[in-house]
């Protein structure tokens, strides 16, 4: 589960909201490992999420978040 979107990066752009819950990334069920979305920046992946009784894929670009 999505625990927060951090604004201005390309996960609120592609329109992941908190709550959300991922269920496949790249076609491949997701088994709650971080390497399973990482990769190079500036490519991108396909997340297939759960929200709200809706199934979904967004196609988000992979780039560095600055946290807090």
């Known amino acids: 589960v999505i ?29 709650l490992q971080y390497n399973d979305i990482t990769g190079e920046e ?7 999420i759960w929200r709200n009784g809706n199934v979904f894929t967004l196609k988000i670009k992979r780039e560095w978040v600055e946290t807090e």
């Open 3 to 31: 625990s927060r979107v951090y604004s201005g990066y390309s996960g609120e752009a592609a329109g992941l909201l908190a709550g959300d819950r991922i269920l496949l990334v790249n076609g491949k069920p997701y088994q």
């Open 42 to 48: 500036g490519t991108y992946c396909e997340v297939t």
